[in-house]
């Protein structure tokens, strides 16, 4: 790339080349690179808030570390922009989140820089750790930095992470990027304390120890002596949580002082041992508009950079999280018992409108899945009736907890699973594949599969009245554009619906790809089944139609094995009727990101593909149908 408004970055196509320049030049290069990630995703769209509040830290940890011999560990990663466009990938920035291009976030098979592969929150630590233990074992020279910010650093692998790190020896710098956000605002404790840490007379008592780091590096014994007895006799030293676990605390810094954060690295390399340093930063930063709404700004579609995002005019589609936000106000008008949790996902899981109507029954409980789910448990013991509104990929984590403290106990614990299937730009990371297996193997879970906007409301409605576990799930984004009635009206459970009556082909579906399945019977005049219930799945029917029809295909969005076509297996598995079975669903592989459409489209569960399939499953079954029928015809001869 060379472009006049980017003289030095023009000249940066990998990190070595940055490291050839004077550390005085370095300021310009994050200047030069902030305009540049601005210019690259209003054009492209894609996460955009954090990567410019991570300008600096990216440019300093580049410049003082050898990459990729020595590894970074990026947290989430939503903030890894500036790392790609640092490390080789400039010119394809504008490609990321769409098929064929750059990953959403590191990924180890794109890119030699990328240590390690992320995208859900608090690993880095973990991870790092791993790493700095095993350069140790190997007898690597290598320094080993993790960076996480103040949200993932509320999730509890990062808490059992820097327990490990504070009993070793490993030679691990910890970077906290402390903006207040993850993606919605921070909730809790550690940030009530990272907030202490910033403010009045303990934030600008301890920046001094921030200026000693700027001094050419004593010993590094003494360094460590002259922070401790800097810190000592304060009222409450702001580092103590750390340093009580074992690991030395350095900190606040500036985290958009470029040049500071340098001259700090530099001395920290040069130290052994676990070390924290806290850096202070504004998501958005550098970008008015982003600063003032990083949340609006965490990730972004196209836009005008000097008008900013703009809503789109008129009334858009009802999506299927905005049909649960709005069933969820309505069934809490009527039952004071309800309340709503969720792991850090206000916004992406629709509790916005719940959250300000009903703040005394809402618990976000910060990126804490684990504790969202047995929380839950503990209040279904006491008679509440709490509702979990998580991803599907989110819900992986608990899953344990959903098990041991939820079905176990059969508490009604009711789960709102959003982004379930395909989800698109965010790739394999947060594709919601696997929820239709793994929760139909719990015993006690009720699981049912909406297949349009009102049907979903009468499905939440149909999961807050049983006894027992129950989960609705649903895809991202709008669906065929069913009115939604106003209405509490339940779904009978464990029954399905037959939608179309056809001759000789059975299309049992599962969720949303019901629509797709009644197009495909009209050109094959075959029966449409939507299925509704995975478990309890409808036995009867299912029996009823293998019993008139020679072949049954079955369709979700969920991976095929151990699916919602493998319960229908089991249920036909005696072999009692004469019946041929297809199993449609995603593949036994990560499909990359793309749009929802194109990995709907490659895993061959569009109208098209699934029209093709059952044709060429017939014609294939009909060869073997004639082939023993000539097999038995030449045998009867002879």
């Not at 890894?80 to 769409?98: E, M, V």
């Not at 082909?505 to 029966?527: H, Q």
Request: aromatic share 6%.
């Amino acid at each position: 790339m060379t472009d006049a408004r980017y003289p030095l970055l023009s000249g940066i196509d990998y990190p070595a080349d940055l490291r050839a320049l004077d550390a005085n030049q370095i300021p310009a290069v994050a200047n030069e690179l902030r305009t540049y990630l601005l210019d690259a995703i209003s054009s492209c769209g894609g996460h955009f808030a954090g990567g410019l509040g991570a300008i600096e830290i990216t440019t300093a940890l580049h410049y003082v570390f050898d990459t990729p011999h020595d590894r970074i560990v990026w947290d989430v990663g939503h903030q890894c922009y500036p790392h790609k466009i640092l490390t080789g990938r400039k010119d394809r920035i504008t490609t990321i989140r769409t098929r064929g291009g750059l990953a959403p976030f590191p990924k180890r098979s794109e890119s030699d820089y990328d240590h390690f592969g992320t995208g859900h929150s608090s690993t880095s630590i973990s991870a790092a750790l791993g790493m700095a233990i095993a350069s140790a074992q190997l007898d690597k020279n290598r320094k080993v930095i993790a960076v996480i910010g103040d949200g993932g650093i509320t999730g509890g692998l990062a808490y059992e992470a820097l327990n490990h790190l504070g009993s070793s020896d490993a030679n691990l710098l910890v970077i906290l990027n402390d903006n207040e956000m993850s993606i919605s605002p921070n909730v809790g404790a550690m940030t009530n304390y990272l907030t202490r840490i910033l403010s009045g007379k303990v934030s600008s008592t301890i920046n001094l120890g921030s200026e000693k780091l700027l001094q050419p590096i004593p010993p590094a014994h003494e360094l460590m002596r002259r922070t401790k007895e800097h810190v000592k006799g304060m009222l409450a030293p702001p580092g103590t949580l750390f340093e009580e676990m074992g690991i030395h605390y350095f900190g606040p810094a500036n985290g958009h002082d470029v040049g500071s954060l340098v001259k700090i690295l530099q001395n920290l390399k040069q130290l052994k041992g676990p070390r924290l340093l806290h850096i202070y930063t504004v998501k958005g930063k550098g970008y008015k508009k982003a600063e003032s709404d990083p949340v609006g700004y965490h990730a972004v579609p196209v836009f005008d950079k000097h008008v900013g995002v703009v809503k789109p005019d008129g009334p858009s589609k009802v999506t299927y999280t905005k049909v649960f936000g709005n069933w969820l106000c309505d069934i809490a008008e009527q039952d004071k018992r309800v309340v709503a949790i969720t792991p850090a996902m206000r916004e992406g899981s629709g509790l916005v409108e719940y959250a300000k109507k009903f703040p005394e029954r809402y618990f976000d409980v910060a990126i804490a899945e684990q504790h969202s789910v047995t929380l839950a448990a503990g209040m279904a013991c006491e008679n509440i009736k709490p509702i979990v509104a998580i991803y599907s990929t989110f819900l992986q984590r608990g899953y344990d907890q959903l098990i041991h403290d939820v079905a176990v106990q059969n508490l009604p614990v009711m789960f709102a699973i959003d982004r379930a299937g395909m989800v698109g730009a965010d790739g394999q990371t947060h594709a919601g594949s696997y929820d239709l297996t793994y929760l139909r193997c719990i015993p006690n879970m009720m699981v049912m599969v909406p297949c349009d906007e009102n049907e979903t409301r009468r499905m939440l409605y149909t999961a807050y009245l049983q006894d027992c576990p129950a989960a609705v799930r649903y895809p991202r984004g709008s669906g065929p554009g069913v009115p939604v009635q106003p209405e509490m009206n339940a779904v009978e459970v464990g029954k399905a619906k037959v939608m179309r009556h056809g001759q000789r082909v059975a299309i049992l579906a599962f969720g949303s790809p019901v629509y797709d399945a009644l197009k495909v019977g009209e050109e094959l005049d075959a029966t449409v089944v939507n299925m509704r219930f995975v478990k309890p799945i409808d036995q009867t029917l299912v029996t009823e139609v293998a019993r008139g029809h020679d072949f049954i295909i079955t369709i979700e969005d969920n991976v095929v094995m151990g699916g919602a076509g493998s319960a229908v297996n089991e249920v036909l598995a005696p072999g009692r009727i004469p019946v041929c079975i297809k199993n449609l669903g995603l593949p036994d592989r990560y499909l990359n990101h793309a749009t929802r459409e194109e990995q709907l489209s490659e895993a061959e569960l569009d109208a098209d593909s699934i029209l093709e399939s059952i044709q060429c499953f017939i014609a294939e079954d009909q060869k073997v149908t004639d082939a023993k029928e000539r097999f038995r015809s030449q045998n009867a001869a002879s």
